[in-house]
């Protein structure tokens, strides 16, 4: 079975700076989907940045941006230029890439709170 | 752009009342899950539906039931809420060919 390890609960930036949350994951899968969700305090799950296995080039979105290491099972999220509002919750998840039934169903991390200090 | 609504932010309920989280969404989505977040222990799921009247269950489906009557539509019930079912639930759908899931903004449910 697939499982997704987030190994910092909590983490810390500065404003303006940079930080990088880990994610590594367990899979037999070679082709699969990968996810990082934001939660802020207001709870609305929202898609960063999305992933699919078969694309060797890294996904960017805006001050965020994935280093995935497919042989190593990594994905670790890059925000730069931390901002106020990036404070939230941070979630890794994995999908596999067939669909119908539980197949399309997402494994989740446990997540990594982050703050950022002004 | 893709809404999921959920009926309320807030429920507080007493021990053994019958409890009732709605979830809509306006996509035309086939797929909808109902998941569970609780400190330290990330999102858990509970039940999902990929069709209407199909329901299938999750990690944790004992103390809930489902009910998806129409396709726009899926109910988590708590027949007899316990205090242990004190938590954030959660609704997500998704399309049948699309990977990434869209979520609603989250019940968060207190049982007394």
């Known amino acids: 079975a697939q499982t997704v390890t987030q190994s910092q609960p909590e983490m810390s930036v500065q404003e303006a700076e940079t930080v990088t949350l880990s994610c590594t994951y367990d899979?037999?899968?070679?082709?699969?989907?990968l996810f990082w969700y934001k939660q802020p305090p207001s709870r609305q799950m929202i898609l960063v940045i999305r992933?699919?296995?078969?694309?060797?080039q890294n996904a960017t979105e805006n001050r965020f941006s994935v280093n995935f290491q497919k042989a190593a099972k990594s994905f670790s999220l890059k925000i730069s230029d931390s901002q106020l509002g990036d404070a939230a919750m941070y979630f890794c998840a994995y999908r596999g890439l067939l669909y119908g039934g539980s197949q399309g169903n997402l494994i989740f991390g446990k997540g990594t709170k982050l703050s950022v200090k002004p | 752009d893709v809404k999921v609504t959920q009926s309320s932010r807030y429920l507080v309920k007493r021990t053994g009342e019958k409890v009732f989280l709605e979830c809509v969404q306006d996509m035309d989505h086939e797929n909808m899950f109902w998941y569970r977040q609780d400190p330290g222990l990330g999102l858990r799921l509970i039940y999902f539906?990929?069709?209407?009247?199909?329901?299938e269950k999750g990690d944790i489906p004992e103390g809930y039931s489902v009910s998806r009557e129409k396709k726009e539509r899926f109910s988590l019930i708590l027949e007899s809420a316990s205090t242990n079912q004190t938590s954030m639930y959660l609704c997500?759908?998704?399309?049948?060919?699309?990977?990434?899931?869209?979520f609603g903004p989250g019940t968060r449910l207190t049982v007394l």
């Open positions: 992933q699919e296995a078969y694309k060797q």
């Open positions: 899979t037999s899968e070679s082709d699969y989907y």
């Open positions: 997500a759908s998704t399309g049948q060919f699309t990977d990434t899931q869209y």
């Open positions: 539906s990929y069709d209407v009247k199909m329901k």
